[in-house]
């Protein structure tokens, strides 16, 4: 019975590793599984030890199953175990990033309070330090002084960019927002397919011109019902068919809306002809299919190249999900980067220092 059931898991293994190399129109009906991809890796290994201890012989089917996965694994954990993350920034003349859903200042652990919030907020952003701030889900309301971000941020930088994606009744305005505490000297909003947006701003690091790029994703739009349902499927409580069938319904809408955006990104960027820091809330996981195909722009991931571990920028829903990501052309060299929890949003943010190549 142990043998048939980890042969399962690993076959689920094994195709896990091939969606992201799929075209978008087959990948998107087995991307949902992708979710539990680090999970299945994860029982795989234990099978491993299982079968050294009970009969060897079998141990040998997940070590070949966790072989073939190891373009996966290696998107998945990052192997620089010595990193640590200095406040301070090593190089004065490097560049600092900090990317974030903000979740519109809702607040996370009952921090629900605005004035709270913002202050909170605003306390990260002044121990930290960014030089560039990349902000998703930023809410603003300019007729109320304490919704007011915008105003507030611009004490801290004097240039930014926010065009809102969508508006609330009160005219609270909803979007994605870049600061800079270098001169703009050029913007760019790009329409993504399905509703969400993309920007863009020029501006100059060591009298070079550079672009940075912010964006949001399309999401899983998950309401409690949805989570509580997932959570009772995954500790094998009771729930109803009918709601699992709906959750499976969102996530391969959000897949293909995602992969149409995922493109239209890669296609933007590969135009671009200057060095590009991309931040963003791709709402997606490293082994999707939309991760893999925006990296196929010729970028980094600044968490592989400078961390250690599996990472994970949103909990909500499983542990150890990394959807929040800074990514980097080859005209950049990485120093340091780290992912921070926090009580302000229910995404954890990512901070990261660069040094600008000569080129």
């Known amino acids: 019975m142990f043998l048939i059931i980890n042969i399962c898991l690993s076959l689920g293994l094994l195709v896990n590793d091939i969606i992201p190399f799929l075209p978008a129109n087959i990948a998107v009906w087995a991307s949902g599984s992708t979710l539990l991809f680090i999970y299945l890796l994860i029982i795989n290994v234990g099978f491993i030890f299982f079968w050294l201890m009970l009969s060897p012989k079998y141990a040998i089917f997940p070590f070949i199953c966790l072989l ?63 030089d560039i ?22 004490k801290k930088y004097p240039y930014c960019f926010f065009k809102p994606d969508y508006f609330a009744k009160n005219k609270a305005e909803l979007g994605c927002a870049i600061f800079s505490k270098y001169p703009i000297t050029e913007v760019s909003s790009y329409k993504l397919p399905n509703l969400e947006s993309m920007l863009s701003i020029t501006t100059t690091l060591e009298d070079k011109p550079i672009k940075i790029y912010n964006t949001h994703l399309q999401s899983y739009k998950f309401k409690p019902d949805d989570i509580e349902t997932i959570k009772n499927v995954s500790s094998n409580q009771d729930f109803e068919w009918i709601h699992v069938f709906s959750v ?57 190249k400078t961390n250690f571990g599996f990472g994970s920028t949103y909990d909500a829903l499983f542990q150890l999900l990394r959807i929040d990501y800074i990514l980097f052309s080859n005209q950049f060299s990485p120093l340091q980067s780290t992912i921070i929890e926090n009580n302000i949003s229910d995404h954890k943010f990512i901070v990261a220092d660069f040094l600008l190549n000569d080129f």
């Open 248 to 304: 499976i319904k969102k996530i391969y809408q959000a897949n293909k809306k995602r992969y149409l955006q995922a493109d239209f990104i890669k296609k933007s960027v590969l135009k671009n002809a200057l060095p590009v820091i991309l931040c963003g809330d791709f709402n997606d996981i490293p082994n999707s299919y939309t991760y893999s195909n925006i990296l196929k722009a010729g970028l980094n991931d600044v968490f592989l």
């Open 68 to 130: 073939l996965s190891y373009k996966q694994i290696y998107v998945l954990f990052a192997f620089h175990p010595s990193s640590t993350f200095i406040k301070t920034k090593k190089i004065s003349t490097s560049v600092r990033v900090m990317t974030w859903n903000i979740q519109s200042f809702k607040g996370n652990y009952n921090y629900n309070d605005p004035k709270t919030i913002t202050h909170k907020f605003l306390n990260v952003i002044d121990q930290f330090q960014p």
């Open 133 to 154: 701030l990349c902000l998703q889900e930023f809410r603003n309301l300019e007729s109320n002084k304490e919704y007011n971000r915008l105003q507030v941020l611009k």
